[in-house]
């Protein structure tokens, strides 16, 4: 089958994942508020056409924070892609190498920044969550530093994690944040 839109993606992962990660990953928390807001936003964005304009050499390329990319569009940090297929992050930090464009490094993956790094070439951030243990935080940059990683992507608004009530009913994040059912994170 072809996959030709999104929902095709998201319903063939519903049907191959179990259903704890296929929760996990589909969504949000506090009632999915910020999930369907978003889904809604970018249901409105819309493309100008341009008519019988010369299209020939079409320059898509960009800057951030002085990397040059191949378009404007980046991969956001994602915890824990091996749930999802076994080669996780390093399949995703393959194919942002090849699209040249940047992937940030969720703080939660799966693969390590130096399994990241060993896939080749490419410009990588790295998602940092300030922790209360300051020296696990330092030894993150470091560890980020060490790989090559370019910039440290501060997430600051997680003191606490939401209430992911799918994560909530399956009780699938107990196991990582030892405690159920709101998340401490900080």
Same mark, same amino acid.
């Given at each position: 089958?072809?996959?030709?839109?999104?929902?095709?993606?998201?319903?063939?992962?519903?049907?191959?994942?179990?259903?704890?990660?296929?929760?996990?990953?589909?969504?949000?928390?506090?009632?999915?508020?910020? +999930?369907?807001?978003?889904?809604?936003?970018?249901?409105?964005?819309?493309?100008?056409?341009?008519?019988?304009?010369?299209?020939?050499?079409?320059?898509?390329?960009?800057?951030?924070?002085?990397?040059?990319?191949?378009?404007?569009?980046?991969?956001?940090?994602?915890?824990?892609?091996?749930?999802?297929?076994?080669?996780?992050?390093?399949?995703?930090?393959?194919?942002?190498?090849?699209?040249?464009?940047?992937?940030?490094?969720?703080? +939660?993956?799966?693969?390590?920044?130096?399994?990241?790094?060993?896939?080749?070439?490419?410009?990588?951030?790295?998602?940092?969550?300030?922790?209360?243990?300051?020296?696990?935080?330092?030894?993150?940059?470091? #560890?980020?530093?060490?790989?090559? +990683?370019?910039?440290?992507?501060?997430?600051?608004?997680?003191?606490?994690? #939401?209430?992911?009530?799918?994560?909530?009913?399956?009780?699938?994040?107990?196991?990582?944040?030892?405690?159920?059912?709101?998340?401490?994170?900080?």
């Amino acid at each position: 089958m072809e996959i030709t839109n999104v929902s095709e993606y998201e319903a063939i992962a519903k049907q191959k994942l179990p259903k704890m990660i296929y929760d996990y990953f589909a969504s949000g928390a506090e009632d999915q508020w910020t +999930f369907k807001e978003n889904k809604e936003a970018f249901s409105r964005i819309l493309f100008r056409p341009r008519i019988l304009i010369d299209v020939s050499t079409i320059d898509m390329t960009t800057t951030i924070l002085g990397f040059k990319i191949s378009m404007l569009i980046m991969i956001a940090p994602s915890a824990m892609q091996k749930m999802a297929h076994p080669a996780g992050e390093y399949a995703t930090a393959r194919a942002a190498s090849a699209a040249d464009t940047i992937m940030t490094l969720s703080s +939660f993956a799966t693969t390590s920044v130096e399994e990241v790094a060993s896939t080749g070439p490419g410009t990588r951030f790295f998602q940092l969550y300030v922790l209360k243990d300051r020296n696990v935080v330092a030894q993150l940059v470091r #560890g980020a530093e060490g790989a090559g +990683f370019k910039a440290v992507v501060l997430t600051v608004d997680t003191p606490r994690l #939401g209430r992911r009530e799918a994560d909530i009913k399956n009780r699938s994040l107990c196991i990582l944040f030892s405690s159920c059912p709101s998340y401490p994170h900080a």
